[in-house]
C-alpha cells in the first residue's frame, strides 16, 4: 500500500497582539502564572486559521503579558486523507509549529535588564488541540 502524505504550508505568520506590562522595577521571585490557549478558523476543508493566545501574569499582578499570535495554513492533498489524519494535521500539527515563535517572541520579550527572561516550557500540542475553541 502507498503512503500518502499530507503537507502543510503555513503563511501569513504574524503577532497581532503584543502587551507587556511591569509595574515593579527590579526582579519579581513571585510565581508565574501562565496559560496558553488555541483558537480555530476553518476557512476551507484544507485551510485553516489557527491563533495562539498567551497570558502570563505574575502572582502579585507586577507583570501581565497577553501575545496573539495566528498563521494561516493550507493542506495540500487534503482530499487524499481521510477525516482523522487531516483534523489530527490541521489541529495538533498547526499548534506544533507555531509553538516555538510564541515561546521566542516571551523570551524576547522578557529580556529585560532586572528580569530573568520567562522560557515556556514545552507543551504537548495535543492537549492544546482539545481545548481548542473553534470560530
Not at 476543508?45 to 489557527?50: A, F, G, H, S
Not at 515556556?120 to 470560530?135: G, W
Amino acid at each position: 500500500m502507498e503512503s500518502i502524505e499530507g503537507k502543510l504550508e503555513m503563511k501569513n505568520l504574524c503577532f497581532t497582539k503584543i502587551l507587556f506590562e511591569q509595574t515593579q522595577n527590579g526582579q519579581n521571585e513571585k510565581k508565574i502564572k501562565f496559560n496558553i490557549s488555541v483558537e480555530y478558523e476553518q476557512k476551507t476543508e484544507k485551510n485553516i486559521l489557527v491563533r495562539l493566545i498567551a497570558n502570563i501574569t505574575e502572582e502579585s499582578n507586577s507583570i501581565n503579558i497577553n501575545v496573539v499570535e495566528q498563521a494561516d495554513f493550507e493542506l495540500v492533498n487534503a482530499e487524499m486523507l481521510d477525516n482523522e489524519a487531516k483534523n489530527n494535521i490541521l489541529k495538533v500539527n498547526t499548534i506544533a509549529i507555531l509553538m516555538p515563535y510564541m515561546r521566542s517572541q516571551i523570551a524576547i520579550l522578557t529580556a529585560q535588564p532586572g528580569m530573568n527572561s520567562l522560557q515556556i516550557p514545552i507543551i504537548d500540542a495535543s492537549i492544546l488541540a482539545k481545548n481548542a475553541v473553534s470560530k
